[in-house]
């Protein structure tokens, strides 16, 4: 052996050791930062997540307040002054708001209903879905056939019951999308588990007498989660814009209270009119938005993977 | 020629022909809403009357503006109290060659009420009608007490062919079987969900359309409508959305066709209940329903500037209302100008009742109903909320909303207190919203059956009733315009607009734009 | 094999059955549908007259034995609104959809696989980057504003493909599609690539993640020192064990495409079952929306059972029988 090829090996050695000194977060973070594009994105989210939290502060007007609200401002063009002193910085919408407090006030909806509502039922889902793998027999045949009712039960008419017999609001819309999109989680946690299921692996922790929960969530689950974020990151999105399209048919948020989504399904009226800011800057904030989340959630898959040597 | 040349040539002129203009003249129309069924006593409803039109007559037709003209019937005119009599046209052939007699009509009769699994038949009209056929161009229509308004009655269903429509399911006339009309076009094709082909009667009696082929196709969402008529994909559209009008006025491919509707936006309000569940007294306590103060749904009036409706939520496309129908109808009050805007007059009125400090309120519509009716209902919750009547909007789609408006409370009594609904008179004339909206609500009469507001006044019940028995139309028309005066008066409902509607068409052709909001082929015309 | 396709056939009725209770007795509490089919001048009398045509005024479960007692002859009523048996009026839209689905899951499959494919075994390429980048923007883009843009563009602005509605149809081999007609593949191209786009990126992207992590598993670096052709390891062994997610998600999203393809076809006006359902549920035509959704759950059941025996041939050490245990 040469000295050469000695030195390198001891260099290799020695970032093993480096990074089995590291504890498991900053390892993480190191991996996570490891991605430029990623570190934007995640720079982005949390840019908007403030802004989103903060929006009373931020925006210059209220725009659940009808009082602040005057129709007689409906479809002003950006950078009309109002009558309050402030500039409509992105012109207002066919109620008269201001887009740009609208905008923030509807992140803070949607985020909060997206996010909450797609992670409530990740995690229910995937909890359902890896006992319904894990037990087998009927325990899976009665979880699986209730997914088989629930994906099959359009959410327009889940919303529109819940509308019935609750009324509006957020906290239903909520109730409603987690209603709609556990079965998704399910369902693709129990067929990825299924096939863990049988690996040396799990055999092998079996065989040493490991508990039935530390193998479920210690060693599946971990091995589950590539297809999980991957569903669980589109599901985000798609939460967002099923509370737009619930929205637009009507059954969605109080439409004096607008999210983003509300927002957007509002300016698809606008699309053809020629003002185009109606339906443009809040379609540029929820794009940016989602394009964050998945820029983060693909980074977070990759790095949080077992499997992936790195 | 190599054989690929062949197969490449033969290719192009199969191309070509596909693609070679059609010289007979078409005309293909985007519907805002899909009629359900050709058979035209199946549903009575908006879109279906207007699609039975191309195929059927009715005995009296009504023109543009809902004044009654001659159909099948070429005179009418009663002969006692009880007795109408009917002049048929002579000489009109049914699509299958027979002629059209009395017997035809006698036979509508019945069948127009019969119809299996009919989810809203033609009884409204019909039920208390005898028809006699006296000889077989002249019928009797007999009721049991004096009736005015029979030839309107009679301007609203299809007469069927009684050898085509004898035992004929609503099956039989969407499959075209029965569907043998007297009208001006005949039944060509009908594919549930995409389109219904036409083609032109050239035995019709009236006017000969100058269409040779059209076809209706049911485009539901709006911008998709307006995208059609732009890529020239459709000649025609009905109900352009109010947003795209203003863009559409610039584009040099399309012409759009706007006339004034029957249908009035109106606030109705709680005339009956001491506690309406959803007025509060400010900070949320139990107040004594303001809205049965006059004083205070004068300021509710007042309090709303309808022409920043008409100019910022309508984008222009309406006209604000002071009653019940626009001018130029039967029945209307030359003397009810709309309310003038006046938030100080409104705070004054609110003080005088006792309210200085204002109270809560919500309102409820419907929102994908009526034009633009949820920015309605959203603008005049903050006209509202700044002379401190603090109003929440809640909005639902209508298959939740027209339940609980008219019987979601306890006893099936209305459940709202404060609504936005829209009303549009089909019988073209002022008893339609009088009986109907403003009549004390009265099951054993069939009166006030959508007054959700319960609004109860005898004066302006005798009045109605008085004007629904007066055969004279002098004396008719006098008697609902004062029963509207009276109603108005008193602030029954709160009148915001009358909608317009707008047709668009390609360059060089135009629609005669209708107030009972139909769309039908006879009346596109070439400029 | 065959206890386990005949097991869960049975489940699968009962799963309609409890199905159908819920749509029932839900659809009873969100409205009336005499109030959405009425006539507005018509008196209170007409009013009841038409509640009894429907046969609404009798209790809601004596209505549910109704619906029952029809339904074991195959008779689910007779729509509301049209009149006409609700089973009919939804098989007479079916082929339109079906058309519809199939062409979109097939766009799924040829152009997400290998683009997912190609960003997975070269995640650092440009070309990679950017098939992720728009991959993203195809599921952050609302449908409904794609579908307009489409329409914008390609019918309004450019005229290259016909904006709304299906074309000509053919029959070919005893079907009857718009799929045999250069004017109907025109007609679909839209629609369907606008109800394709959002599974075009879940597959690129379930795909992509597969082949990330499967090119470090022992059993494809003992494929390659075994010294496979590289073709050869992509193709058999590696494809082979990243299509179980793949196989999973695209059963359900083709049972999605099917089933509530509702706002493609509304913005492209195409007249299929989605389009039905949406305007059922509006207007509360329960024996539609009942009818429906029993299909649905059929197609649902049925597919999930095909994923699931497809699992089996795919991966060996799924065995169907085991959940007998």
Redesign the interface.
Known sequence: MTTVEQTELDLVEDEHERILAQTPFQRFKADFLESKIATVALVTLVAIVLVAIFAPLIAPQNPYDLAQVSVLDARLPPGTKSEFGYTFLLGTDGAGRDLFSAILYGLRISLSVGVMSGFIALVIGSAIGLIAAYAGGRVDSVIMRVVDIQLSFPAILIALMLLAVFGKGVDKIMIALVTVQWAYYARTVRGTALVERSKEYVEAGVCLGLSRNRILFRHILPNCLAPLIVVGTVQTAHAIALEATLSFLGVGLPQTEPSLGLLISNGFEYMLSGRYWISFFPGIALLLTIVSINLVGDQLRDVLNPRLER | MSRVKVIFAAFFAVLIAFSAPAFAKDLKIGLASEPTSIDPHFHNLSPNNALARHIFDRLVHTDENQALVPGLAVSWKPINDTTWEFKLREGVKWHDGSPFTADDVVFTFTRAVNVPNSPSGFGTYLKGKEAVKVDDHTVHIKTPKPYPLMPNDMSTFAIVSKKNGEGAKTEDYNSGKAAIGTGPFKYKAYVPGDKFVFVRNDDYWGDKPIWEEVTLKPIKSSPSRVAALLAGDVDMIAQVPTTDIERLKKEPKVSLSQGVSNRVIYLHLDHDRDNSPFVKAKGGGDIKNPLKDQRVRKAISKAINRDAIVDRVMEDVAIKAGQLLPKGFFGVSPNLKPVDYDPEGAKKLLADAGLKDGFQLTIHGPNDRYINDAKIAEAVAQMLTRIGIKTEVVTMPRSVYFKRASRGGPDKTPEFSFILVGWGAGSGEASSPLKSLIHTHDKSKGFGASNRGRYSNAEVDKLIEDALATVDDAKRQDLLAKATEVAIGDVAIIPLHYQVNTWGTRKGLKYKPRTDEATMAVGVVEE | MTAYVIRRLM??V??VL??SV??FF??N???????????????????E??IR??GLDKPIGEQYLFFLKNAITGNLG?S?????PALQ?II??MP?TLELAITALLMAIFLGIPLGLYAGLKPDSPASRTI?AGS??G???????VG?MM??VF??ML?WL?????GETATFLGITSSLFT??GLQHIFMPALNLAL?KI??VI??TR??T??AI??DYIKFARAKGLSPHRVIMVHLLKNIL??VV??IG?EF??LV??S??TE????W??MG?????S????DRPV?VAY?II??L???TL?LI?DIL?SIL?P??RLG????
């Open positions: 489940q699968s009962v799963v409890i199905m819920i749509v839900g659809v509490v969100v409205g009336d549908p005499v109030d959405m089919l009425i006539n507005p001048e018509a008196d209170q009398e007409d009013i007259a038409a045509a429907l007779k509301f609104i049209f009149g006409e009026l007479q839209r339109a992720m993203i923007l599921f952050s883009l609302p449908t409904f504003w307009l329409i914008m019918a309004v005229g016909p904006s709304t509605g299906r250069l004017n959002l990126s879940l992207r379930l993640a597969g990330r992590e470090h598993q179980i997610p999973t998600v359900l049972g999605s089933a509530f509702v706002v509304t913005i492209f006006a007249p299929g389009k039905l359902l949406i305007d549920i509006q207007q509360l929306i959704l649905i759950v197609l649902f059941v999930n994923v699992y991966d050490r799924v085991e959940r007998e245990a």
